[in-house]
């Protein structure tokens, strides 16, 4: 019988997608072959971060491969596309895009949490090859930082900080509650009828997948609306972030940010650029101060703020984004304390699977929707990091411990999926009906891989090093 780390191999092996596009090869792995069938930004950082254990060789080539769709501007999309693939709306026709990406290949026309800097820095950091790393590093540090480039000019042209995100896709927390505010600037009533019948007549995921666990329909008349209006602006940056009526400074997104900030700034200084590491570590702190100022004493959590149009509405929403900040650098004790007592509330956080994505204590959390309340590897992997950044704190020791091994636990008895109902679990071992979303999925698979590592707890973070 193989272990589950066998089985993961198994799960990233069974999802790679070898494609050759402008007389290039490549090799993607697929999030799923359920349905998500071409290259996402941040589940590629993710996968990457699992097979530098398995094959270093696939990390980099997934790395590469995801860059590879860079825009001139220099921003990295949500999605690469794999030609032929059908299965997944919106696919490449949808986005109007094909001027910006190269020849064959084409992407979406949006980016996704930047966790890419910090998963090309792991994967640089656990490379058993040491010149094989160095080659790869030379390879994908240009691409980086004309990411960072990108993301800090447009998504941040007033200098706050703080970058702003477009879409609810960007976010990577789709139909998080946070966006339910904001998404109310747009009246779905103004939305053209020429968008809705693009999504009724083509939306797929609901009929793949399972209707009353995805997104609802006027969050998709929406999303498209959203894709609709910046094609007509022709993905024109400065005037997305000026007239989206959906713009936001997310918390999670920004936590993302500035730790990558710091790796990138590790990255620059490993290959002696040292004016480069001094500015990314600069940009990284100075997003770790902007984040500090979002705590709000009166809610204890960090606020995401509602920028669209010139507003500035911030929006306090009891989610899982509000333990990313522990991944960044100066967060106080006090804060630490009152994070560690929400994670620790079964009213909240601890629950038979934990940590749901929404607090089960918020009137909107639900078991199976999605980012409504679902346990996802990926955020518990975030708030693992953040736990472990901040390890010298016993409590964060302990928590983190014992998150690593019910995130292990919980893959253990329901499989690799998408993600999980939090209320059920270690008390119903062996239950399917614990999983929801697509299965095989191949983060889970990597983080799976990242949490079986002996030395594990023992890494120093950017920073640290
Ligand atoms: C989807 O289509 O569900 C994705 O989350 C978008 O990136």
Request: aromatic share 12%.
């Amino acid at each position: 019988m193989p272990s589950t780390k066998e089985k993961a191999k198994e799960v990233l092996l069974h999802n790679l997608y070898e494609v050759d596009l402008n007389n290039n090869h490549y090799r993607r792995t697929v999030p799923s072959r359920e349905f998500y069938i071409h290259q996402w930004n941040w589940d590629s950082a993710t996968h990457a971060m699992g097979l530098v254990h398995i094959d270093p060789s696939r990390a980099y080539d997934e790395i590469i491969a995801l860059i590879s769709g860079q825009w001139d501007n220099g921003l990295i999309a949500q999605i690469t596309f794999n030609p032929n693939e059908t299965k997944y709306f919106p696919g490449p026709k949808f986005w109007n895009t094909k001027q910006f990406s190269h020849g064959e290949i084409s992407t979406s026309g949006i980016t996704q949490p930047p966790l890419l800097g910090f998963s090309i820095w792991y994967v640089y950091q656990n490379s058993p090859d040491k010149k094989a790393a160095s080659e790869f590093l030379s390879q994908v540090l240009p691409a980086l930082k004309k990411y960072h480039y990108y993301l800090k000019t447009f998504r941040d042209p007033e200098d706050s900080g703080l970058l702003t995100v477009v879409h609810p896709w960007e976010s990577g927390l789709d139909n998080s509650p946070r966006w339910d505010e904001p998404l109310k600037n747009i009246s779905v009533d103004s939305i053209p009828d020429s968008v809705k019948i693009l999504v009724n007549t083509y939306r797929s995921d609901d009929k793949i997948g399972n209707n009353t666990h995805r997104p609802g329909l006027e969050d998709y008349y929406r999303y498209m609306y959203l894709v609709h209006l910046f094609s007509e602006w022709n993905w024109d940056y400065t005037k997305i972030i000026t007239n989206s009526p959906f713009a936001v400074k997310d918390i999670l997104f920004n936590s993302l940010w500035a730790l990558s900030n710091e790796a990138l700034s590790s990255l620059c200084s490993v290959v002696g650029e040292s004016e480069d590491s001094a500015y990314f570590l600069k940009i990284a702190h100075q997003t770790s101060e902007a984040i500090q100022n979002q705590w709000s004493d009166s809610d204890s959590l960090f606020l995401d703020i509602d920028v669209s149009r010139g507003q500035h509405k911030t929006i306090s929403t009891n989610t899982i984004s509000t333990f990313s900040p522990l991944m960044t650098s100066g967060i106080t004790p006090k804060i630490i304390d009152s994070l560690i007592s929400r994670l620790s509330d079964p009213s909240q956080y601890a629950t038979p699977y934990p940590l749901p994505t929404t607090s089960l204590n918020n009137p909107v959390f639900e078991t199976k929707r999605y980012w409504r309340g679902p346990t996802w590897p990926i955020t518990n992997l975030f708030t693992i990091i953040g736990l472990h950044r901040n390890r010298q704190n016993p409590k964060c020791l302990l928590l983190r411990d014992s998150l690593i091994s019910s995130t292990k636990q919980m893959i253990d008895s329901s499989g690799f999926f998408e993600y999980f109902d939090p209320t059920l679990g270690l008390a119903r071992p062996n239950n399917q009906n614990a999983a929801y979303g697509f299965g095989t999925f191949s983060w889970t698979a990597a983080i799976y891989t990242l949490l079986s590592q002996p030395n594990l707890t023992d890494l120093k973070l950017p920073l640290e090093t």
